[in-house]
């Protein structure tokens, strides 16, 4: 979790200005794990009454947009947000709508050199992100 300076850093780093609402949703992000923008609002909402659900859906698509955070689609078609700004994968689990990071540097070398050689054309590829579905053994342990 990322402390109330480092956001802030963040927030100014990609030229936004800073303010308690967008404190508050990266917070919210921070705490939360890859939650639906209903939550984020949910959890905003207990330290900034009056908020809007749309200034959250404001906030979180600046965000996205500015690149610091990422937009995360399940297979149930649902939209998840994700603080994670290091390059990583998602594993997401069909039976419980579980997602969790994956992060594997061999895995993406592999996937990396493999489209290298394939020299695809007319496609240049930026970023490889991979979502992997199956079911994890056991529920998630919460501290």
Known sequence: ???VQEIIQRLSQAGLKVTPQRVAVMQA??????????????????NLPGLSPTTVYNVLDV????EIIRKVKTEADVMRYDAMAD????????QSDRMEDYVDPELDQLLSDYFRKKDIKGFKLKE?????????????QKS
């Open 87 to 94: 390059h990583h994968h998602h594993m997401y689990c069909t």
């Open 29 to 46: 992000l921070f705490k939360l794990h890859h939650p639906r923008a209903d939550e984020i609002f949910r959890e905003v909402s207990q």
């Open 1 to 3: 979790m990322e402390t």
């Open 63 to 66: 965000l996205v947009n500015k």
């Open 128 to 140: 490889i992100k991979l979502q992997i579905m199956g079911e994890f053994e056991k529920p998630l």
